[in-house]
């Protein structure tokens, strides 16, 4: 069996995130910033469990920082899923620009 080098994973992590901050810095809907956003945590987790499996002292605390990474993505998801809704029943509209002003 032959072992895929820490380089592999660094360079997945690393397209992965650029991928997400492009999308985040660019897009107008905010879903698609939302999903970006979870790309670019996908990203670190797979560092920190590359790092916990690979790295100079291998342990088991890269994998614990990785669930509660994914844990507070899923919160991020449901509270900017509940702020999505309301500013699209007071706004009709998921574009950014749209919605930047708390005005009515």
Known sequence: MTSIPLSAYLTLALILFCLGLYGALTKKNIVIVLLCVELML???NINLVAFSKLGPVPSITGQVFSLFTI???AAEVAVGLAILLALYRNKKSVN???VN????
């Open 101 to 104: 002003t708390m005005r009515h």
């Open 71 to 73: 844990s507070v993505a």
């Open 96 to 98: 950014i620009q749209e």
């Open 42 to 44: 996908n990203a670190v």
